[in-house]
C-alpha cells in the first residue's frame, strides 16, 4: 500500500523520517563500501601472493638443466623450506616439456587456461585435488631437446593451495566489517546526537508558544531561532499581528462606536429633559425640533458606523461601471445639503485628465459610500458659499475619485493623521468627521488602493483623493 | 566391459540382498572375487614399479586361480599414486574388482599428508607381494669406490656431490640420500639433489657425470646395468646381503652406515568392499604367495621376498606411517594434516 505509506511517511516524526531515510542509505553505503573493500582485498593479496608464486617460478626456472640428456631441476632444500613457509598450503610444482612426454613434479597439475606467450608468466585459478589452488605458469625454450621428447620448450608450473590468501583477504575484510560496523554505529549515534541538539530549538518554540495566554499575541522571539525555522515563525508573527491589528481595530470600533452613540444618547436625554421642563409650546416644539435633528444625526452616526462595520467585513464584488455617473449620482444625493449653505457643489469632467477611461472596475455600492462620506465631510467643513468640485481620474495603474474643496485644508500633520483609522482631526468635536474618512480608507484599502489628502494645488483647500489599482 | 551374466549375478546378488539381508551376506560370501574379473590399477604411467607390481599381481593369482580371467592392466597416473588413492578414498572408484597397487612411496606421501586429508583406513591394504631396496650408485669409473668414499666426500662438503634421481623434496630417494647425508654428519639441508622425470633419467645423468650419486632403486639400477649403463653398486640398503644379481655388494650397514630402505610393494582395496569380498581376496593372495612357483616369479619382476596380509599388513603399514612421519618431522618435511 504505497498511498498508506507515504501517508504514514508525511506524519511521521522527524526523526522517523530521518531513521527511514539515512538508515537503510547508511547501510547500502556500507555494503558497498566492505564490498569494494573485499575486492581491493583479494587484488592486494593475489598481487602478493602472485608475487611470491612468481619468484618460486623463477628459481625453479633458473635450475632447470638439460645438460644431462634429460630434463632435470635441482632443488635445494632452502628453496622448497622457502615456499612452504610463504604459503599455508602445499606447494605444488610441475616442469614438462612442451609436448608432455617429460614431466617432472605433480604430474597432473592443471593446464593454463590457454596458450602461454613464450617467457610470459601467466597465473590462474584452477582445483587440484579438490583443494582451489593458484598457479603461476611459465614456458620458455630450451637450448637442447631433452632425452625421451621432442620439445624444445619448457612450461614450468607452480601451485600453491588458495587457502593462505583467503584467510588473508578474510582476516582483511572482518576487521574491515568489524571497522564499518563500528563506524557505522557511531555515525547513527553521532547523527542522534546532533539531531537532538538540532531539533532542541523545535521542542523549545513549541514549549514557549504552549506556555503563552490565550490573548498573548505579541511576536516570537526570532532571533536565536535556526534559519529553516525563521521563516515558519516570521509568517506565524505576521498572521498574529495581522490578527492583533484586527483586534485592535475591533476595540477601536467599539470605542469610537460607543463614545458617538453616547454623544448622541446624551445630548437627546439632555434635549427631552428640557422640553419636558418648558411649559411654553413654541419653546417645546423648538426643543422637539431640535431633538429631531439629533435623532437625524445619530441616525448617519449609526449608519456610518455600520457601513464602516460592513466595509470591513462586506465582500467585495468588483464589476464594471461608469465612474461619471457615480459622480453624478453623488452630487445629485447631495445637492440639497450643499444648497443649504449655499456651496457651489459642481462636477468636472475632463478637466484634470485629457479623456478618462471612465468604465472602471470596483465594487460600486462601497465606492458610492465612499465617495459619500468624502463629499458630505467637504460640505461640513467648508464655509457657507465655498466651492466643492468632484472629478473622476484614471491612468494606466488605476482610477481615482477627486474631491476638492476650498475650505480652510489641513495641516500637514493633521493630513498625516487624519484618515488613519478613528484618528480625529483638531475638528473633531463636530462629529462624524473621523468615521467618513476612515470608512473612505477602509474601502479603497479593501480595493488594495488607498485614501491621499494632500493640500489643494491653487489656494486653500483640501484634495481627497481615493485611488485604486487596476487588477 | 561387464559380461551379461556379470549384470544377471550382480542383480540377483542385489536381489538377495534386499530380500534376506543375512542371506544375502552368505550368497555374496559364495561369490569369489578373486575368481571374478577385476582390474588392477596402476597409479602411473606405463613401465616403473606399479605396473610391475600388477603384473606379478596378474601372474601369481592365475597361478592359483587358474579358471578366473587375467587380472586387467588399468592406468590412472597422477600425483605418484595421489589421483588413484583420492578417488579410492572419495569412492568415485572402488567396488571390490578394482586393486590397486601402492608402494612404500605411497606410504611415504601418505604420511606427509601429500594424497589428501585421507587416513590411511580410507582403503583396505590387501597383501604386499615383494619388495625392493634402496640402492646407491655412483659412476663405473667415479673415485668413491666404497660408501665410506662418498660418506667421507659428503663429510668434507655435502654440496659437492650431487644426488640426482626421480621424485622431488620428500621423495623416497630424497629421503634416501637425505640420511645418506645425515649419516655422514652433516645438514641435510646443504645437500644438491637433482630431480628427474624417473630413475632412467638420472641414470643417464650419472653416466654422463652431470651427477654424482644415485639414492635410487635396486631394481631400476640392475635395469640400467644390464642395458650397459657404467654404474657401480656402493651399497645395497637392506638388513643382509641379498642374492641374484646383487650377490656381492655390501649392505650400507657393513659400511658402517646404518641405513636400511626397503620399498615394499603391494595391493589395496576401496575401504567399502564388503567383508567377504575383502578376506577371498586376502586368502587368494595368501595363496598364490604360498605357491611353489611364486619365489620364481617374483624374483623374475625383480622383487624379494615380502609378503603379508591381513593384520600383519595393517600393522606394517601403521608402523611405517609412525616411523615415515617421524622421518619427514626429522628431516623438517612439512607434514599436511589427514583427518
Keep these: ?471 | 566391459m561387464p559380461s551379461p551374466a556379470l549384470h544377471r549375478r550382480h542383480a540377483l546378488r542385489a536381489l538377495c540382498a534386499l530380500l534376506a539381508p543375512s542371506f544375502g551376506l552368505r550368497a555374496m560370501a559364495a561369490s569369489d572375487p578373486s575368481e571374478e574379473a577385476a582390474d588392477c590399477v596402476i597409479p602411473a604411467k606405463a613401465g616403473g614399479g606399479f605396473a610391475l607390481t600388477c603384473a606379478l599381481a596378474r601372474d601369481a593369482l592365475q597361478a592359483v586361480r587358474p579358471a578366473r580371467p587375467p587380472l586387467g592392466q588399468r592406468y590412472l597416473p597422477g600425483g605418484i599414486g595421489a589421483v588413484a588413492f583420492d578417488r579410492i578414498a572419495t569412492g568415485k572408484l572402488g567396488g571390490q574388482g578394482t586393486l590397486v597397487a601402492f608402494s612404500s612411496g605411497s606410504l611415504l606421501n601418505l604420511a606427509q599428508g601429500r594424497f589428501g586429508p585421507h587416513p590411511p583406513s580410507a582403503v583396505r591394504w590387501i597383501a604386499t607381494l615383494g619388495t625392493d631396496y634402496g640402492v646407491v650408485a655412483v659412476h663405473r669409473d667415479s673415485p668413491f669406490r666404497r660408501l665410506q668414499d662418498l660418506v667421507a666426500a659428503l663429510r668434507q662438503d655435502p654440496s659437492r656431490i650431487a644426488f640426482g634421481a626421480g621424485g622431488t623434496v620428500g621423495s623416497q630417494d630424497w629421503v634416501k640420500a637425505a640420511l645418506l647425508v645425515r649419516a655422514a654428519g652433516r645438514d641435510h639441508k646443504a645437500m644438491r639433489f637433482v630431480s628427474f622425470e624417473g630413475g632412467g633419467d638420472a641414470l643417464s645423468a650419472l653416466q654422463g657425470r652431470h651427477v654424482d650419486a644415485f639414492p635410487g632403486d635396486a631394481a631400476e639400477a640392475l635395469q640400467a646395468m644390464a642395458g650397459g649403463t657404467p654404474v657401480r653398486l656402493l651399497a645395497v640398503l637392506s638388513e643382509n646381503r641379498l642374492g641374484g644379481a646383487l650377490t656381492g655388494v655390501p649392505t650400507a650397514r657393513e659400511q658402517g652406515v646404518d641405513l636400511v630402505w626397503p620399498t615394499v610393494r603391494g595391493l589395496y582395496l576401496s575401504a567399502d568392499v564388503p567383508e567377504p569380498a575383502v578376506r577371498a581376496w586376502v586368502a587368494a593372495f595368501r595363496e598364490a604367495g604360498a605357491a611353489p612357483g611364486y619365489a620364481a616369479l617374483r624374483e623374475q619382476h625383480g622383487l624379494y621376498p615380502f609378503a603379508l596380509t591381513g593384520t600383519a599388513l595393517d600393522d606394517y603399514v601403521q608402523a611405517q606411517l609412525k616411523a615415515y612421519r617421524r622421518l619427514a618431522d626429522e628431516l623438517g618435511l612439512r607434514r599436511w594434516p589427514t583427518s
Excluded at chain 1, 505509506?5 to 542509505?25: C, G, H, M, V
Design chain 1, 1 to 471: 500500500m504505497p498511498l498508506n505509506f507515504t501517508a504514514r511517511l508525511r506524519r511521521a516524526s522527524l526523526w522517523q523520517r530521518l531513521a527511514l531515510l539515512l538508515f537503510p542509505a547508511l547501510l547500502v553505503v556500507t555494503c558497498i563500501e566492505l564490498w569494494m573493500t573485499r575486492h581491493d582485498a583479494l587484488a592486494a593479496a593475489n598481487a602478493a601472493y602472485d608475487r611470491s608464486l612468481l619468484g618460486a617460478l623463477k628459481s625453479i626456472d633458473a635450475n632447470i638443466s638439460t645438460a644431462s640428456g634429460g630434463l632435470s631441476v635441482e632443488l635445494p632444500y632452502t628453496m622448497f623450506e622457502f615456499f612452504e613457509l610463504t604459503a599455508s598450503g602445499q606447494v605444488f610444482f610441475r616442469v614438462s616439456t612442451s609436448d608432455g612426454l617429460v614431466e617432472l613434479g605433480s604430474a597432473d597439475l592443471p593446464a593454463p587456461p590457454a596458450e602461454l606467450a613464450m617467457g610470459v608468466p601467466a597465473f590462474y585459478d584452477a582445483t587440484y585435488f579438490g583443494e582451489a589452488v593458484r598457479l603461476a605458469a611459465y614456458r620458455r625454450d630450451l637450448d637442447r631437446t631433452p632425452a625421451g621428447s621432442t620439445g624444445r620448450s619448457v612450461l614450468i608450473q607452480v601451485g600453491e593451495s588458495t587457502r593462505s590468501r583467503q584467510e588473508f583477504s578474510a582476516r582483511f575484510v572482518r576487521s574491515a566489517a568489524l571497522r564499518d560496523g563500528l563506524v557505522l554505529a557511531m555515525l547513527l549515534c553521532g547523527t542522534a546526537i546532533a539531531l537532538a541538539a538540532a531539533l532542541r530549538p523545535l521542542s523549545r518554540l513549541a514549549r514557549e508558544v504552549g506556555a503563552r495566554t490565550s490573548d498573548d499575541l505579541t511576536r516570537i522571539a526570532e532571533t536565536d531561532l535556526p534559519a529553516e525555522v525563521r521563516p515558519l515563525v516570521a509568517a506565524v508573527n505576521q498572521q498574529m499581528s495581522r490578527t492583533q491589528e484586527l483586534v485592535s481595530q475591533q476595540r477601536q470600533f467599539l470605542d469610537d462606536a460607543s463614545h458617538q452613540l453616547r454623544t448622541h444618547l446624551t445630548t437627546l436625554q439632555m434635549q427631552a429633559d428640557y422640553a419636558r421642563r418648558e411649559e411654553d409650546p413654541a419653546q417645546v416644539r423648538a426643543a422637539l425640533d431640535a431633538l429631531g435633528a439629533e435623532i437625524a444625526r445619530a441616525t448617519r452616526s449609526a449608519q456610518q458606523l455600520l457601513a464602516l462595520g460592513r466595509s470591513d467585513t462586506v465582500s467585495v464584488e468588483p464589476a464594471e461601471f461608469d465612474l461619471e455617473a457615480l459622480l453624478r449620482e453623488v452630487a445629485v444625493d447631495l445637492l440639497p445639503m450643499a444648497r443649504a449653505k449655499r456651496i457651489d457643489l459642481g462636477i468636472d469632467l475632463g478637466i484634470h485628465s485629457a479623456m478618462p477611461d471612465f468604465p472602471a472596475v470596483a465594487d460600486r455600492a462601497l465606492m458610492r459610500e465612499a465617495l459619500g462620506n468624502l463629499v458630505s465631510n467637504a460640505i461640513a467643513y467648508t464655509p457657507a458659499e465655498g466651492t466643492i468640485t468632484l472629478f473622476a481620474a484614471s491612468d494606466a495603474a488605476g482610477w481615482s475619485l477627486n474631491v476638492e474643496d476650498n475650505g480652510p485644508g489641513l495641516s500637514e500633520e493633521e493630513r498625516a493623521a487624519l484618515g488613519q483609522r478613528f484618528l480625529r482631526g483638531a475638528r473633531a468635536g463636530k462629529g462624524g468627521f473621523g468615521l467618513g474618512l476612515a470608512i473612505a480608507r477602509s474601502i479603497a484599502q479593501r480595493h488594495r488602493g488607498e485614501l491621499r489628502l494632500e493640500a489643494r494645488e491653487a489656494g486653500p483647500g483640501l484634495h481627497a483623493i481615493i485611488w485604486w489599482p487596476r487588477t
